[in-house]
């Protein structure tokens, strides 16, 4: 199955920095690469994803980039606000035309963002 | 639409009883998604359907857990006998066609005794 590492595993940040969160799988075939955000209590939910035919992809303050030779994918946030203090997770996957895929979630990096 | 609906919210109960947790999922979806979410293991993938056939259940623990999905409103989880290491949150999730985005329930906190 899928392997995928997140580093780091925690991020603090002073508000207004940067933050960049890596993502690296292992199979190769993967062509999805989703960045979920969940707060304290709350669910997981989509923030931005790209798919293999594309290199970057960004949404205001956050970004995320491909590396498909080195099969790493990052999320970048510029200008971080409190609001982005979360558990921010990857789960690439290989959707197929009959079949979804399976996720394989990430363990998961704990972004702080201080005032 | 009211996005995906899990009940109950939250579970107590003792070990060795049985436990079903209910899912519906958004109207249109044809992939649900079931997970469990714990400090130690992270986010594990327990089973996935697609038109309510199961596709994968390899996530799943052992015998004591299984899922359902009469039709393409409603899921079941259910785990018989519960024990204490089953304490997690789970959360359902469903997603449209070729399964992107998955669009997640609030999530079942349980807590088994």
Redesign the interface.
Known sequence: GENVEQHPSTLSVQEGDSAVIKCTYSDSASNYFPWYKQELGKRPQLIIDIRSNVGEKKDQRIAVTLNKTAKHFSLHITETQPEDSAVYFCAPKFLRNTNAGKSTFGDGTTLTVKP | DAGVIQSPRHEVTEMGQEVTLRCKPISGHD?L?W?RQTMMR????LI?F?NNVP??DSGMPEDRFSAKMPNASFSTLKIQPSEPRDSAVY?CAS?LY?????F????TRLTVL
């Open positions: 992939y998604f997970y992270g986010l594990e993938l996935y697609n596709i994968d959360f997603s070729g399964g992107d985005e998955q997640f329930g609030p999530g």
